[in-house]
């Protein structure tokens, strides 16, 4: 059984930044790559950031390479994303999801791929 709880969320104006994380509540910690999605209204979820079991590789779509960052704490069991330069076309609910990876430097933006979802957590750019 994994349970997952997204936050971090809010209201940020263009430019600034904010630091998601996904607390996990599993014994399997150890097994699973992680991902964060997001959905904008009327669009489809897309895969964003993505990193290993292992930790070692990472993996981030176009648009948010340089901007944001993934990192996975073993010992919290969390993953974080900390994004920064943030622009309104990120505004969407952010999802954190959970992967049994088949080995450990394998990463996924493909939603098919991942086993887990956390509820979401909103993520609003405006000023």
């Known amino acids: 059984q994994v349970h997952i709880v997204e936050s971090g969320g809010g209201l940020v104006e263009p430019g600034g930044s904010l630091r998601l994380s996904c607390d996990l509540t599993t014994f399997l910690w150890e097994h699973f790559a992680m991902g964060w999605f997001r959905q904008a209204p009327g669009k489809e979820r897309e895969g964003i950031s993505s990193i290993s079991k292992s930790g070692v590789n990472t993996y981030y779509r176009d648009s948010v390479k340089g901007r944001f960052a993934i990192s996975r704490d073993d010992a919290k069991k969390t993953v974080y994303l900390e994004m920064n330069r943030l622009k309104p076309e990120d505004t969407a609910e952010y999802y954190c999801?959970?992967?049994?990876?088949?080995?450990?430097?394998?990463?996924?933006?493909?939603?098919?791929?991942?086993?887990?979802w956390g509820q979401g957590t909103q993520v609003t750019v405006s000023s």
């Open positions: 999801a959970v992967m049994q990876a088949p080995y450990n430097d394998y990463v996924s933006l493909n939603s098919h791929d991942y086993d887990y």
